[in-house]
């Protein structure tokens, strides 16, 4: 495996859209268990937009969106909603497309209001002030730490004044944790962070104010610090 500067591997992107591409099915069977903290954290940023006022054609963007369930659907069930959703896997793209863009006539009418994006998140680029609300549930920490930091960045600025970002990050301070195998035997696995404080710090230089924050451990044991920034 040919490393760059860092402990982390040059072709770190093309590796982890390759194990998704295979695993998609699997991971998402596996992830139901960690359905309830992301619907959680959903429904805590609908709160805070609702709290000052209802939003006429919010406009949402979902970073590493999966196959769609069931966060990005929930983003579509706001009736006027219109939603960007991204992910590095072809696989998942394609499932998101099956999940939420079938033949019922409720889902023909969600095709107005969706954008699928493949490809590469960091690769994203938007108006500033585009956006509503930004959600990332487990993606952000498949990036490479300095590349959190530059789309944490990013995100402000596609952001439109008293936008929200939630996301979830490891708690713990580790610039590349890899696996050969993770869910099955042909799934390379790479993972970042920069731990609690530092990701925090970030989030607040960026232009967030930190209005909710929290270390929680999921179904499965793993601890996620979850954070809602607001611009
Ligand atoms: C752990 S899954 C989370 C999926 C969904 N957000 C969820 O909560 O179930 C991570 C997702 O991020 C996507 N992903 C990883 N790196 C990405 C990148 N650089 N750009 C866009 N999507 C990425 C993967 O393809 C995968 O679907």
């Known amino acids: 495996m040919k490393m760059s500067r860092t402990n982390v ?17 699997k991971y998402n069977e596996w992830t139901v268990k960690h359905i309830p903290l992301r619907q959680e954290y959903t429904a805590k940023v609908f709160e805070f937009i609702s709290a000052s006022g209802p939003l006429q054609q919010p ?3 979902e970073l590493g969106c999966g196959a769609g369930l ?53 690769k994203l680029s938007f108006t500033d002030q585009s956006f509503d609300a930004v959600f990332a549930f487990y993606s952000l920490i498949h990036l490479p730490r300095t590349e959190q930091t530059e789309m944490v960045g990013k995100i402000a600025r596609w952001l439109k004044p ?22 099955d035997k042909n799934d390379w696995m790479f993972w970042s ?39």
Request: charged share 30%.
């Open 70 to 122: 069931p966060i990005t659907k929930k983003l579509l069930s706001h009736p006027e909603a219109h939603v960007t959703a991204n992910d590095i896997s072809t696989t998942q793209i394609e499932l998101a497309r099956k999940n939420l863009l079938g033949a019922a006539e409720e889902n023909a009418r969600s095709s107005e209001r969706l954008a699928l994006i493949e490809g590469d998140m960091t």
């Open 162 to 183: 008293g936008g929200y970002l939630v996301a979830n990050f490891f708690d713990s301070d580790k610039e590349a944790v890899v696996m050969e195998k993770w869910l």
């Open 9 to 25: 591997p040059e072709d770190v992107k093309e590796r982890i859209k390759a194990s998704y591409d295979i695993i998609a099915p």
């Open 59 to 61: 406009r949402f963007l």
């Open 193 to 231: 962070s920069w731990g609690k404080e530092e990701t925090l710090k970030i989030i607040e230089e960026a232009g967030f104010q930190v209005v909710a924050s929290d270390v929680r451990k999921d179904e499965v044991n793993s601890s996620f610090l979850w954070v809602v920034g607001k611009r």
